[in-house]
């Protein structure tokens, strides 16, 4: 069954990562891998899916009618004695005498109990909602899974797209530096000039190594909730496209019916008034029929016969009826009665934090979005001013540190339309969890 529901969570898996891209999304290269293929190879694979899994199984095994059955038991007891006895009389004579019995006691025993105010009906439901909760919180694990690989997977994205930025400002430094080098060759310019362009090469330089270690520290990471071997060459060659803006009504209205947390609180809430019903049933008569069937067999030398035996069948009913338990009963139903309030209780408080940390992060989003288009715009005119910069940098008619602050404009620039494109792809695929709809049917 686990094995059914872990297929299940994969497909949806991939459902719902094609749902949460852009139509326009280029398919990514044969050879790399695809956010869906991560996601298939977590849920399959990770260690926190397969324990979470395995708590899941025991909650399905705790669903039983064992409630509403007899128990049944088999007995045997089989025992053997013997005795020596020794008599001193008054002339110091000793007589002995030896004694030995044996005896075999079987038996079989049924307790069946036909009523105890209901409580048996109320505790069969309570293990359904566990099992409901256990579903739950493997589903839990599964959607943070699959937020965290999202996550991981886009950053990689992300900090590849900075590599290649950095790499073609390091092209750049050393474009600059090689013809300052050679003005200085020359005679035509200064030494000065040629040495602070080999400290912003360097520095460019340094920089590009920095964001190639963090490249590769994301791929480890991915690597490890993957549950992949740490050393493994498998790329991500991907875009980010964050899809139309959402609608936070509808995210809202999704939240109430379909997020985990949140279903998983009210099925706490039905599991505390089912124990304030078992708790009430102890005030109630209970009923409980037994049988029992025994077979004796006794053997000693003192019977007048040479052994004997017993067997017979029993059975019978008994009804016990609650008078006075020093009001035990009134207090455990108390007691259930102010678990039940704090589960209603704790629902609403968690309801309403969901609903304040939608719409914060919504506002995350939707300001992301803008500035994506603001960013991009800059972007593109710090492009074409660092194309004029090079040109007039390259006929002498502009200083180095002008050149610099350009390249700088232009580097700024697109470090923050990256950022603001994996902030807003992020916040888009959490909007989508909080709403319940990564594993939505």
Request: with cysteine; hydrophobic share 35%; glycine share 4%.
């Amino acid at each position: 069954m686990i094995h059914t529901l872990k297929k299940y969570l994969t497909v949806t898996a991939i459902v719902m990562t094609l749902s949460i891209q852009a139509a326009a999304q280029p398919a990514p290269a044969a050879s790399g891998l695809t956010l869906e293929d991560c996601i298939a190879r977590a849920l399959e694979a990770n260690y926190s899916v397969l324990i979470s899994g395995n708590a899941l199984e025991i909650a399905r095994n705790n669903v039983t009618y064992a409630p509403f059955l007899p128990s049944v038991s088999l007995s045997s007891r089989q025992s053997a004695n013997r005795t020596e006895l020794r008599n001193y009389n008054e002339d110091g004579d000793v007589e002995k005498s030896n004694s030995s019995s044996s005896s075999l006691i079987n038996g079989a025993s049924l307790n069946w109990r036909l009523f105890d105010g209901l409580a048996m009906f109320a505790t069969r439901e309570k293990q359904s909602e566990l099992l409901s909760q256990g579903e739950y919180n493997f589903r839990s694990v599964a959607e943070n899974l699959v937020m965290q690989i999202s996550a991981q997977y886009y950053s990689i994205i992300s900090l590849q797209n900075k590599v290649n930025l950095l790499n073609e400002l390091v092209s750049i430094s050393q474009e600059r530096y090689d013809q300052a080098l050679t003005r200085y060759n020359i005679g035509s310019g200064s030494g000065l000039e040629h040495k602070q362009a080999k400290i912003y090469l360097n520095s460019d330089s340094s920089s590009l190594l920095q964001q190639k270690e963090n490249l590769k520290n994301a791929y480890i990471e991915l690597y490890r909730l993957m549950n992949l071997p740490l050393d493994s060459k498998l790329p991500v060659k991907d875009t980010i496209i964050p899809e139309p803006q959402l609608d936070v009504a509808k995210l809202f209205a999704s939240a109430e019916e379909n997020n985990t947390a949140l279903l998983s609180l009210k099925a706490g809430e039905k599991i505390a008034r089912l124990d304030t019903r078992i708790a009430k049933s102890s005030r109630y008569p209970s009923l409980d029929f037994s049988a029992g069937y025994n077979y004796n067999f006794n053997q000693s030398q003192y019977f007048p016969s040479k052994y004997n035996e017993s067997n017979g069948l029993n059975w019978g009913f008994a009804l016990t009826v609650p008078v006075f338990n020093g009001n035990e009963t009134n207090r455990k139903i108390q007691n259930a009665k102010i678990l039940e309030e704090n589960a209603k209780l704790t629902f609403e408080k968690e309801r309403q934090a969901l609903q304040s940390e939608l719409y914060q992060l919504y506002n995350i989003y939707s300001n992301n979005l803008t500035m994506i288009g603001f960013e991009e715009e800059s972007r593109e005119a710090a492009l074409l001013n660092l194309e004029a910069a090079r040109e007039k940098y390259r006929l002498g008619s502009l200083s180095g540190i002008e050149f610099r602050d350009i390249q700088l404009s232009y580097l700024n620039a697109s470090d923050r339309r990256l950022n603001a494109i994996y902030q807003a792809k992020i916040s888009e695929i959490t909007l989508h969890l909080m709403a319940g709809e990564l594993f939505k049917k």
